[in-house]
């Protein structure tokens, strides 16, 4: 176990490397290290037909609160479930391709390895008629419908307005945390 730890690390801070991120960055952000599970099922397509995979508690969870909310007449669509921290490192490669600075794109993507995306316990929430990742979810009625109810399924809003991790307000962010 302790070896394994020892080689994500490793692998962590290469990406980091390959990237740019500075140890004082990192801690700038003062986010976790995520480890990825051992088992990832899957979550079928996301609203852009991409297949996605998730934890099996986690994605009985996330269909169960689906169904709920679509029973109360609210839609909820998935947009991205699991991500590696590989697929971070590309996605953040790409960003700063496109001329982005490292202090810019920290703020919305967490640096590889700090990702709640590599638990599979994180998703991103979408629904019909709003740009997906934009904070106008806000202020649709799925997001009034998850503020009263998703509790109850045990899924939470990760980076509310001003948390603790700097992370910018994400309102389309939850995370399974089981009970
Ligand atoms: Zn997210």
Redesign the pocket.
Known sequence: MKAKRNEYQREIEALHEALGISASQRRQFALPLQFVPDELVSAGLDCFGRPQRLTKAALAAWTAMQADAARQGVELLLV?AFRSPRYQHDLIARKLARGQTLEQILKVNAAPGH???HTGR???IGTPGCEP?SEEFEHTPAFHWLAANAKNHSWQM?YPRNNPWKISY?P??WCYHPP
Do not use: I, K, N, Y
């Open positions: 991205s990702s709640e995306h994180a998703l991103d990742l990760s994400e389309w962010h």
